[in-house]
């Protein structure tokens, strides 16, 4: 009943509502000069390119990407991603997997492995 209402009071359809919020809500931020992880391109897995884990990334150096690719160096899966114990069925991680089998160096690593062990 509610989203009858919400569609109507809207005039988003039912496939508007249903539709993911966009995850690259606004741009990356700029990466720092120097830092842990210069040279670094991440792709962020449950968080927005804008969000706070994108900055403390890039004031250390990383240059937070839109998605994984074959330039990708690491894959940094948020505490907030939606997948759960399922992250294994996301499209990012699926081609991050892809990439390593295919021989790239890519690290796929947890937000709160990433800073407790001092890789950033």
Do not use: C
Request: charged share 20%; hydrophobic share 40%.
């Amino acid at each position: 009943m509610v989203i009858v209402r919400a569609i109507e009071h809207t005039g988003i359809d039912l496939a508007g509502w249903l539709r993911p919020a966009n995850p690259r809500s606004g741009p990356a931020p700029t990466p720092a000069p120097e830092g842990s992880l210069k040279g670094h391109k991440v792709a962020l897995l449950g968080a927005p390119r804008d969000s706070l884990l994108a900055h403390r990334l890039a004031g250390q150096g990383a240059r937070v990407v839109a998605s994984v690719g074959t330039t990708t160096t690491m894959l940094v899966i948020s505490k907030d991603q939606p997948y759960g114990r399922f992250v294994h069925a996301s499209p990012a991680y699926r081609k991050a997997e892809e990439l390593r089998q295919l021989g790239s160096k890519l690290k796929i690593v947890a937000e709160h492995e990433l800073f407790v062990s001092g890789i950033a």
